[in-house]
């Protein structure tokens, strides 16, 4: 079957780094998306990664390893406006994204 | 307009009744889907369209219809209304239904609630 894993929630200072991982396993493999979830709103895209290693992208990163079903989501000089949730998407053979039920980041300042 | 926009923004429906929830999008996307989300899991599919004409089954159809008619359109409907189908619903489109960076763009949803 597929199958997302992602923690729950997670909790972090403002200014800080955080780090919220994503193990998946799908039915082949066409690339894995972050996106981010603001309570009561739309889901946006973040980043999207097909190769191995890191994709940069301001204060975002995201790290994919195809071999090991694990991606992470990196975040840097965090904001309170990145209080939010994490959506962790593989897209499988059939080019349909298997959604994660996502990681609550909460900021404290 | 620009890029997707779903009606009702919210609706509460007497159990029985049919319902549909309209999404329509302006970036000539060809591809469309509809999610449901739940409070502790992930977006699931319902249905999708992968280019007008065509629609196809996602991971939770029972219960619910969608046509495509044209490129902008994809409206869901709900024949006869149960309370598990109390969720928010959203529509999301691509250019492409395949083939690499293909982002999807989702739609404010509509939250909906059977009563």
């Known amino acids: 079957g597929q199958n997302i894993d992602q923690p729950t929630e997670m909790t972090a200072t403002e200014g800080a780094i955080v780090q919220i991982n994503c193990t998946y396993q799908t039915s082949g493999f066409n690339g894995l998306f972050w996106y981010q979830q603001h309570a009561g709103e739309a889901p946006t895209f973040l980043s999207y990664?097909?190769l191995d290693g890191l994709e940069e992208k301001g204060r975002f990163s995201s790290f994919l390893s195809r071999s090991k079903g694990y991606s992470y989501l990196l975040l840097k000089e965090l904001q309170m406006k990145d209080s939010a949730s994490y959506l962790c998407a593989p897209m499988d053979s059939n080019y349909q994204l298997i959604w994660g039920a996502g990681t609550k980041l909460i900021i404290k300042p | 307009i620009a890029g997707i926009t779903q009606a009702p923004t919210s609706q509460i429906l007497a159990a029985g009744r049919r319902m549909t929830l309209r999404c329509t999008q302006d970036?000539?996307?060809?591809?469309m889907y509809w999610y449901r989300q739940d409070l502790g899991l992930g977006l699931r599919l319902i249905h999708y369209?992968?280019?007008?004409?065509?629609?196809g089954k996602g991971e939770v159809p029972d219960g619910y219809s969608v046509s495509r008619a044209n490129t902008d359109d994809f409206p869901l409907t709900l024949a006869s209304a149960v309370p598990s189908q109390t969720s928010v619903y959203f529509c999301?489109?691509?250019?492409?239904?395949?083939?690499?960076?293909?982002?999807?763009?989702f739609g404010p949803g509509t939250r909906l609630t059977v009563l």
């Open positions: 999301a489109s691509s250019d492409s239904p395949s083939g690499g960076y293909n982002e999807q763009f």
């Open positions: 970036m000539r996307h060809n591809a």
């Open positions: 369209s992968n280019t007008a004409g065509t629609t």
């Open positions: 990664n097909v």
